[in-house]
């Protein structure tokens, strides 16, 4: 079991930055790929940006060159730094750890509550 709980979401004028943080509990964080997802009203969710547990990362084209995503396993946390902001960035943003142990056939997939991101003038 793993409990994410997401911070760092608010209200930012076109071209301002936000940086997202997501603190995991209860289960082995360094095992976990972690990743940042949004979902605006009438949307399905999309994965923005990824980072597997050796620290590839990977990015929606619609965020390359703007936001980062790094985690720090000392302190069990994953962070998304969105520069560059624009307003169809506005949604709400979503922590995911997910473990597939293939050998296992075994998925362990946890989400947190997400966070607000507002982009607007």
């Known amino acids: 079991q793993v409990q994410l709980v997401e911070s760092g979401g608010g209200l930012v004028q076109p071209g301002g930055s936000l940086r997202l943080s997501c603190v995991a509990s209860?289960?082995?964080?360094?095992?976990?790929?972690m990743g940042w997802y949004r979902q605006a009203p009438g949307k399905q969710r999309e994965l923005v940006a990824g980072i597997t547990s050796g620290g590839t990362t990977n990015y929606a084209d619609s965020v390359k060159g703007r936001f980062t995503i790094s985690r720090d396993n000392a302190k069990n946390t994953v962070y998304l730094q969105m520069n560059s902001l624009k307003p169809e960035d506005t949604a709400v943003c979503s922590c995911n750890a997910l473990r597939v142990v293939n050998i296992e056939g075994a998925k362990y997939d946890y989400w947190g509550q997400g966070t607000q991101v507002t982009v607007s003038s």
């Open positions: 209860g289960s082995i964080f360094t095992f976990y790929a």
